[in-house]
């Protein structure tokens, strides 16, 4: 099985800044792929980061205000999120396509979930 633990969620106000992390445990083979994504109340959940062979691809929203980044060696994915605006509240999701030890097949694995609310 595969875990994905998030943290660093919260509130704060427009302008400021966030740093969520993800770490994969469990039996892990292979990562093909970790991002984040989010869903605001009434709306899907979309990309907002996330690195594949390809690179990393960006949200057009969040381009020039968050960064993504991973530890290979943790199995963890960072995202700094700066200059924060209400629009980027939501609830903010790991994401991970792995292949685990006994399986074939890259699967996708999410995580609980952490909140991050943007007010004054």
């Known amino acids: 099985q595969v875990q994905l633990v998030e943290s660093g969620g919260g509130l704060v106000q427009p302008g400021g800044s966030l740093r969520l992390s993800c770490a994969a445990s469990g039996s892990i083979g292979s990562i093909y792929a970790m991002g984040w994504y989010r869903q605001a109340p009434g709306k899907q959940r979309g990309l907002v980061a996330a690195?594949?062979?390809?690179?990393?691809n960006y949200a057009d929203s969040v381009k020039g205000r968050f960064t993504f980044s991973r530890d290979n060696a943790k199995n963890t994915v960072y995202l700094q999120m700066n200059s924060l605006k209400p629009e980027d509240t939501a609830v903010y999701y790991c994401?991970?396509?792995?292949?685990?030890?006994?399986?074939?097949?890259?699967?996708?694995?999410w995580g609980q979930g952490t909140q991050v609310t943007v007010s004054s």
């Open positions: 994401n991970a396509r792995i292949r685990t030890l006994t399986d074939y097949l890259f699967r996708d694995y």
């Open positions: 690195f594949t062979s390809g690179g990393t």
